[in-house]
């Protein structure tokens, strides 16, 4: 085939959704849409120039993301054609987009952060893609109406009567499944378009869509006004409690203006049906949302900060009538001629009368959400809408929504934003932990200080130092974590195993007791950082370093990291989940005929009892071997001077991975790179440390989120402190995620 000149979709796809994207193609295809797909629209020649040629040629990429089948170490995404989509994003604004179509049951964390700002499609059953093929058609329509379906449909029978006729097999096979795509198209529904009539309102611009509903401008011709009305998306007809909550998110909200006309979006009508379509019709705010205001620089930073403050206080009073929005976003505050005004109130929770599922049904934008509904929207309280105001002012200052690497790292982001130091404390304690956040959306708008002027433009991203917070922390001591060295064992730190082009060299590391956590006086400490005392039984024998891109890609055969082009093979891995660390190590373990330490069941890996293999280290193991012997933020003292000779991260990384050893100073047990480089997973489910901690406490049994440690080259120098936890879902890949293995250690001579 030779590449059109113009493609209304781009379809980019990792191999093992080649089906999928084979079918989203003939779906849309089969919506009047041009669709292309590399093996089944190539012709013979240069291929990589013909896709190139085809996504320059597109008005969108589609970029199919989903998870890889068990045992295949595979991307979630196709990463060359999605750099090559968002530099056209760039160099083509307005001309072409990138649309992420997130297939089956992964959550924001676990999708490659590139697409997250942009998350823009969702299909929870990859096995029919009817409907994303019509929301992708109906980004078409802000230009040329596609053609109707029957129109359509009308004509592919007239191409395949002419194929029959030409005896063009090929061809009349291909229009046979076009016809079928667009046959179960028609029975799901024609597209909404531009001109057309729905009930009395004529259609005049599509605004936008969310997960269970689109949003048109129309004209109400009765009373001759624009009007929007929001129409439920038909997938959600047949279920009953959608329908009910789409209609009670209308009159909750018609009430709630009723008392606030000035800041709450009113309802002119709220239950009305037209053609088989639920609607509800609400007035019309021609400033559009705050977040396409302020990216068209219709407003600037300060004005989009005093209008979400201005929304806060309607949300107050929301809270005091019961009510919990659950949905608070920039894209929901609408900038009017007299004001902003709130809307989308489809998810919102009446603390008197719970209703609607309990559980991720009901959420909202991730990054607004805040962290104790991700996992039961049921929970959501007034302070869960106190986090989503809190990021909407982050919003505001940045001009965007915050990535998940900045989110890691609060304290940095909040401080790059070029606030007062008054502001500053207000906004990390609005997206702080739920016990630390303020109760009420009045107390964070009282801690804000509403009046105090921003700065004109923010301060240059950098880490901010912890040095200078804060009563000091203690001094260095080596006899507070002592080890406990039996008869026969070697020296701490000695090698026992040198490295090999599949692992780095094995140290022996000690048995031994410390005090695991932070001291509440240690600058950055988190909540989950308690202090407490945790023994370790047996020593055991832990990499040197963390596992190169060498030594992955020689013993899986793979090598996933995003720093590939710059390194020798001695940066070290990145972009592996937790599930692929440990297939690593049992790779290893073949490899020097150990037995596996890790078997799987269906989904789970479980732990082999007694198994002498490679693994992960645990929490305990890992915190004790960096502090190696020392009680201080990190094992070279408390500062970040200290820190800056020891470890690479955000303030002198150059914002990448480096060789592994560069820095060429170990701890005291030969150890390199345990602050700042790449996380390290480790074995450990995420929870809050027992009180008291069994001896080789190693987590929970189960849990959702396995836990990393040690910063990295993106982290701030409160980050890379030895107590600090993070934790993320065993199939999570990112650039800055790697890890080290360890082995139990031989047993002692007599």
Not at 186 to 213: H, I, M, N, S, T
Not at 235 to 260: C, K, N, Q, S, Y
Not at 568 to 574: D, K, W
Request: proline fraction near 8%; aromatic fraction near 6%.
């Amino acid at each position: 085939m030779h590449t059109p000149k113009a493609i209304d979709f781009f379809i980019s796809y990792p191999d093992h959704l080649f089906a999928q994207a084979s079918e989203l193609r003939d779906r849309l295809r089969g919506q009047g849409a041009s669709a292309f797909v590399d093996r089944v629209d190539l012709s013979p020649g240069d291929r990589s120039k013909q896709i190139e040629d085809a996504l320059r040629a597109a008005r969108y990429t589609v970029a199919l993301v989903g998870r890889a089948p068990a045992g295949l170490a595979a991307p979630y995404y196709n990463e060359a054609e999605h750099l090559l989509a968002v530099a056209l994003e760039r160099e083509r604004p307005g001309l072409h987009a990138l649309v992420p179509l997130i297939l089956g049951d992964l959550t924001r964390v676990d999708v490659p952060l590139p697409l997250q700002p942009k998350w823009e499609a969702r299909c929870e059953h990859p096995g029919d893609l009817g409907e994303a093929a019509a929301a992708l058609v109906r980004l078409l329509q802000s230009g040329p109406v596609v053609p109707g379906l029957h129109t359509r449909r009308a004509e592919l029978e007239k191409q395949r009567e002419a194929a029959i006729e030409r005896g063009e097999r090929k061809r009349r096979a291909a229009l046979d499944k076009e016809i079928l795509a667009l046959d179960k198209a028609l029975r799901d529904g024609e597209p909404l378009a531009v001109g057309q009539k729905l009930g009395r309102y004529v259609l005049k611009e599509y605004l936008g869509k969310g997960g269970f509903a689109e949003v048109w401008r129309a004209v109400d011709p009765g009373p001759g006004r624009l009007v929007a009305l929001k129409v439920l998306h038909r997938v959600h007809h047949a279920d009953p409690e959608r329908v009910r909550r789409f209609f009670l998110g209308a009159t909750i909200m018609r009430e709630l203006a009723d008392e606030m006309p000035d800041r709450i979006v009113r309802v002119w009508s709220e239950r009305e049906e037209h053609d088989g379509r639920f609607v509800y019709v609400m007035e019309h705010i021609p400033g559009g949302d705050l977040e396409a205001a302020l990216a068209a620089k219709r407003i600037d930073r300060e004005a989009a900060w005093r209008q979400v403050c201005a929304v806060g206080a309607a949300l107050s009073a929301v809270h005091e009538r019961g009510k919990v929005h659950r949905d608070v976003k920039p894209r929901n505050i609408l900038v009017g001629e007299r004001g902003p005004k709130l809307t989308d109130f489809d998810l919102v929770r009446d603390l008197e009368h719970t209703f609607g599922t309990k559980t991720q049904h009901g959420l909202g934008t991730l990054v607004y959400t805040a962290p104790e509904v991700k996992d039961d929207a049921s929970k959501a309280t007034a302070k869960a809408d106190v986090y989503s105001l809190a990021m909407s002012l982050i919003f505001c200052l940045l001009g965007r929504d915050p990535t998940n690497e900045e989110l890691e790292d609060k304290a940095e982001l909040v401080g790059s934003l070029g606030v007062s130091e008054a502001i500053r404390a207000a906004l990390l304690a609005g997206i702080g932990r739920e016990a630390r956040r303020p109760a009420s959306v009045a107390g964070l708008l009282a801690a804000l200080e509403i009046g105090a002027v921003l700065t004109e433009t923010p301060v240059p991203r950098s880490p901010q130092p912890t040095a200078t917070t804060g009563p000091a922390p203690p001094p260095v001591t080596r006899t507070a974590n002592l080890p406990r060295i039996e008869p026969g064992d070697p020296a701490p730190g000695t090698v026992v195993l040198t490295e090999t082009p599949h692992r780095p060299a094995l140290i022996h590391i000690p048995a031994g007791e410390f005090m695991m956590g932070s001291p509440e006086d240690e600058p950055g400490r988190d909540d989950d950082e308690r202090l407490h005392r945790q023994r370790l039984t047996r020593p055991f024998l832990m990499a040197a370093t963390p596992v190169t891109q060498a030594q992955y890609q020689a013993t899986t055969g793979a090598n996933p990291s995003k720093f590939s082009d710059q390194s020798n093979g001695r940066h070290p891995v990145e972009q592996v989940s937790w599930n692929d660390a440990i297939q690593y190590c049992n790779a290893l373990s073949a490899r020097e005929g150990r037995a596996a330490a890790w078997t799987q069941r269906g989904d789970l890996w479980v732990r082999v009892p007694n198994a002498e293999g490679y693994t992960l280290p645990t929490e305990a193991q890992w915190e004790w071997a960096c502090r190696a012997g020392t009680r201080t933020a990190y094992w070279s003292g408390p500062a970040e001077s200290d820190l800056a000779a020891v470890g690479w991260y955000g303030r002198n990384s150059g914002r990448k991975t480096h060789p592994v050893g560069e820095k060429n100073q170990p701890n005291a047990w030969g150890l390199h790179d345990m602050h700042g480089n790449v996380w390290e997973w480790t074995t450990d489910w995420i929870a809050p440390y027992p009180e008291p901690a069994p001896d080789d406490y190693a987590g929970p049994e189960s849990g959702d989120h396995r836990v990393f440690r040690g910063g990295s080259w993106a982290s701030s120098a409160r980050s890379v402190r030895a107590a600090l936890r993070n934790w993320r879902s065993p199939v999570y890949r990112f650039v800055n995620l790697g890890f080290r293995v360890v082995l139990p250690a031989p047993r002692a001579r007599a």
